[in-house]
């Protein structure tokens, strides 16, 4: 069964500071791996998409990584903003019984200070 | 180009009553999945469909019923509502390997 944790659960940051945030997963046979953000009271966006041969996706501020061999993925949030609060999640696809089976950690909720 | 649409965005049941939360999406994607988001907790996978006609259960099944008669839709149905139901539904649409995409929820309150 795959379990992913995401650590810290929670993460208050000056703004300004580049910040990392965690996922770890047990089974490395996944497909991609996908980190999300939701804001209070709202759906989850799409931040980042790694397919499982990739090590490395950029989009603006964030950069993810993916090592499958340890089971390990970062976020990297440079020049953090008070925007850049909310929950990140990540997620991970994987063949399941025949069906592709997306399994969520429980997220770091980031808080950025003015 | 709407995604992902969930309907209502809110809801008040009472216990013992049923409702249907729907789901519609308009990218063709083949896979669709029911979630619940539970306070401080992770996203538990409710039931899940690889295409029309083909459903199957998730990790917390009970209490739930779909359907999926299209590509397009993916009706969540509650009976018999219950306190422990009361959440936050996620519907999701994904092609096999590739990125999923969510709704923005239905937030339900069983009283």
């Known amino acids: 069964k795959q379990e992913v944790t995401q650590i810290p659960a929670a993460l208050s940051v000056p703004e300004g500071e580049n910040l990392v945030l965690n996922c770890s997963f047990t089974?490395?046979?996944?497909?991609?791996l996908q980190w999300f953000r939701q804001d209070p009271g709202k759906g989850l966006t799409s931040l980042l998409l790694?397919?499982?041969?990739?090590r490395e996706q950029t989009s603006g501020r964030l950069n993810a990584s993916l090592d499958k061999s340890s089971g390990r993925s970062t976020l990297y949030i440079a020049a953090s903003q008070p925007g850049d609060s909310a929950t990140y999640l990540c997620?991970?696809?994987?063949?399941?019984?025949?069906?592709?089976?997306?399994?969520f950690g429980t997220g770091t909720k980031l808080q950025v200070i003015p | 180009n709407a995604g992902v649409t969930q309907t209502p965005k809110f809801r008040i049941l009472k216990i013992g009553q049923s409702m249907t939360l729907q789901c519609t999406q308009d990218?063709?994607?083949?896979?669709m999945y029911w979630y619940r988001q539970d306070p401080g907790m992770g996203l538990k996978l409710i039931y899940y469909?690889?295409?029309?006609?083909?459903?199957d259960k998730g990790e917390v099944p009970n209490g739930y019923n779909v359907s999926r008669s299209t590509t397009e839709d993916f009706p969540l149905r509650l009976e018999l509502a219950a306190p422990s139901q009361t959440s936050v539904y996620f519907c999701?649409?994904?092609?096999?390997?590739?990125?999923?995409?969510f709704g923005q929820g239905t937030r339900l309150t069983v009283v």
């Open positions: 999701a649409t994904a092609t096999g390997g590739s990125e999923a995409f």
């Open positions: 089974d490395s046979a996944i497909y991609n």
């Open positions: 997620a991970v696809p994987m063949n399941s019984g025949g069906y592709q089976k997306v399994t």
């Open positions: 990218m063709n994607h083949n896979y």
């Open positions: 790694i397919q499982s041969s990739q």
């Open positions: 469909s690889v295409g029309a006609g083909i459903t």
